[in-house]
């Protein structure tokens, strides 16, 4: 058995299954905001009710319910679920205790030509960046089909599940376009050389300035003469 704090990995000669902790700390917040968020709407619908106000302030306030009801489900999720992956003769994708709306899942692994991680960026409040991954499978007949999306999946336990699918599989590791992680590149447009000095402590990036055959001296040392 294989653990780590949200995946755990269990193998024997006839099933591999992996089981995955949703839980994230996020989930306390949006609950807590998820309550206010219906107190809010119980004022408003209570206030309506008790002046007699026209329908309009009944409807009006129905995609702030639907909003809300989706936060409070979404915050359960990450609060308790887990999802188990399990492969003997079939892969099944199971989501627990609260079903997960896209449902549970169950596939032909003799299909499966490649798996990968897909990497998915959305823009959030000021302009934020957030990152969720999905388990994706390249299918021998040319389609591209999910084959999990947790929450609260992180990239590295992304990855791990992938190899670890791929191993018991024996799909042979390749990459494909638009895979999370391959062939990265370097952020912005900075040279490698302006990379290489930025990672170094303050102390040593001054030999980036030096002359040839220059000393070099680091912390009252001579480097080279």
């Not at 024997?12 to 989930?27: N, Q, V």
């Not at 490649?114 to 934020?128: D, R």
């Not at 912005?188 to 030999?207: D, F, T, V, Y």
Request: charged content about 20%; hydrophobic content about 40%.
């Amino acid at each position: 058995m294989i653990t780590s704090d949200k995946l755990k990995v269990y193998e024997d000669d006839t099933m591999l299954s992996m089981e995955y902790k949703w839980f994230s700390p996020a989930a306390i917040f949006m609950i807590f905001f998820s309550v206010i968020w219906f107190a809010f709407l119980a004022f408003w619908y209570g206030m309506a009710a008790g002046t007699g106000a026209p329908w309009i302030f009944f409807v009006f306030p129905l995609i702030h319910v639907s909003v809300g009801v989706w936060i409070l489900y979404y915050s359960l999720c990450l609060l308790f679920n887990k999802t188990k992956i399990i492969n003997n003769e079939l892969m099944n994708v199971i989501h627990y205790p609260i079903p997960w709306f896209k449902g549970n899942k169950k596939f032909e692994t003799q299909d499966f030509q490649q798996l990968y991680v897909k990497q998915k960026v959305s823009k959030g409040k000021n302009n934020t960046e957030k990152y969720t991954y999905a388990i994706r499978a390249k299918l021998k007949d040319g389609k591209d089909i999910e084959v999990a999306s947790i929450g609260g999946l992180e990239s590295q336990d992304a990855q791990r599940i992938e190899e670890y699918l791929e191993q018991y599989l024996g799909i042979d590791n390749m990459p494909v376009k638009g895979e999370f992680g391959h062939n990265p590149k370097l952020k912005g447009s900075a040279h490698p050389r302006r990379l290489r000095k930025a990672s170094l402590p303050p102390e040593m990036s001054s030999i980036y300035g030096l002359e040839t055959n220059e000393d070099i001296y680091f912390q009252g040392n001579l480097l080279q003469s």
